[in-house]
């Protein structure tokens, strides 16, 4: 079956670094996603990784691993308006998004 | 950037009627639109996907005579919720492709709605 898996909640200090990891089997590859998702909100977009290798985006980036199944998504500098959800997401050989459950990000003060 | 419009944002509603949820891609052709549930603390969930001008395809356990879709057009697909009940009470949030773009997926705002 298809599964993505991710940590259910983390918690960091605001001005430090924080690293969600996403690992996924899926049929199929065609890029992961990362979205930002606020209480209430619908989904944000935040980065697209189709190879390998890191793409910074400002104050995130994002790591993908296509052999290792692997991606992990990187935020500095924190402030208290990053704390939401984290949903990664694939897209399988149909083009279809496999969700992750969200990581809960809490920022303390 | 693409933007996705969603009619209406808030909606309640007396428990057996049908309410009407509108998706819009303002500035692409949305060949491609996808429905998603999504109940507190949970993750999304896909209902169906549509196709302009062909009938949707719902996921497993979805009903497709309780949630009507129509994808008349690149701009607009409507997802009409039939005889609503409490249960069906959630955030419901449609995203679109663009046309010959298929990594694209751009969310609408989300519409809640409230059964009562």
């Known amino acids: 079956g298809q599964n993505i898996d991710q940590p259910t909640e983390m918690t960091a200090t605001e001005g430090a670094i924080v690293q969600i990891n996403c690992t996924y089997q899926t049929s199929g590859f065609n890029g992961l996603f990362w979205y930002q998702q606020h209480a209430g909100e619908a989904p944000t977009f935040l980065s697209y990784n189709v190879l390998d290798g890191l793409e910074e985006k400002g104050r995130f980036s994002s790591f993908l691993s296509r052999s290792k199944g692997y991606s992990y998504l990187l935020l500095k500098e924190l402030q208290m308006k990053d704390s939401a959800s984290y949903l990664c997401?694939?897209?399988?050989?149909?083009?279809?998004?496999?969700w992750g459950a969200g990581t809960k990000l809490i920022i303390k003060p | 950037g693409a933007v996705v419009s969603q009619h209406p944002s808030w909606v309640i509603c007396k428990s057996g009627t049908s309410v009407k949820i509108e998706c819009r891609s303002l500035?692409?052709?949305?060949?491609?639109m996808f429905w998603y549930r999504q109940f507190p603390k949970q993750s999304l969930m896909l209902m169906a996907t549509s196709n302009e001008g062909s009938k949707a395809t719902y996921e497993q356990g979805v009903e497709k005579d309780k949630f009507l879709i129509n994808h008349a057009s690149l701009t607009l697909s409507t997802l009409t919720v039939t005889s609503a009940h409490p249960e069906d009470s959630s955030f419901y949030i449609c995203?679109?492709?663009?046309?010959?773009?298929?990594?694209?997926?751009?969310f609408g705002p989300g519409t809640r709605l409230l059964v009562l």
């Open positions: 995203s679109a492709r663009e046309g010959g773009r298929e990594e694209t997926q751009y």
């Open positions: 997401a694939v897209m399988d050989s149909n083009y279809q998004l496999i």
């Open positions: 500035d692409f052709q949305a060949t491609t």
